[in-house]
């Protein structure tokens, strides 16, 4: 009996990570930092501090990623506040669903803390979730389980009860660690074999992740 689905942010629910991504490449263009799109890819579905220390061993320990980091999060927020971060195809039709099924909601996202409250209230999301944990709140990041473990305890689910929807290799690791079945739904990073034999399925796009658990419900998996 599945009693929860728990998503992830970036990538799932908002096409977030290409916006990232490109704040990244138009913040240190005028310094002329090489490879800096690949860089960014390395830390999708990691926390900030995970982040910095990949950007710190690419770069090397002198580089100033807290200087950038400030001006990249000024930027993403310019360009993505006030409701402007588009919503992933299929999401509230997605969570309307699920609510309506009496299905426990969570967020499980490496994102800070002020950043994802703010985000998911500007896109009229916030009723939905009935947890929400981020990067800021735990301890390890993402491909540890600890996020999916804490957001299942607060929703008082066993994990083998739960369904995850994430996009990144990280978060299907993370997911799949913790003991819940996860669907993965590719957004920058396409699957490779391990992502096929973590995942229970991988499909484009949240409304077929809508079908896949509709049709699980009618099957008395849900």
Known sequence: MIQAVVFDMDGVIFDSETLLTQCWVDVTKKDGIPDVEHTNYLCLGVNDAETKEIFLDVYGQDFPYDAYEKEVIRLFRERASGGKLQKKAGVEELLSFLKEQGIKIALATSSREAIVHDEIREAGLLPFFDV???????????????????????????????????????????????????????????????????????????????????????????
């Open 132 to 222: 929400m944990v981020c990067g800021d709140t735990i301890t390890k990041s993402k491909p540890d389980p600890e996020i999916y473990l804490k957001a299942c305890g607060q929703l008082d689910v066993e994990p083998e009860n739960a369904y995850a929807v994430e996009d990144s290799f990280n978060g299907v690791r993370s997911a799949t660690r913790a003991g819940l079945s996860c669907i993965m739904v590719p957004d920058i990073k396409q699957p490779d074999e391990e992502m096929r034999e973590l995942a229970c399925c991988i499909l484009p796009s949240l409304i077929e992740v809508k079908e896949y658990l509709r049709e699980r419900l009618r099957e008395g998996q849900v």
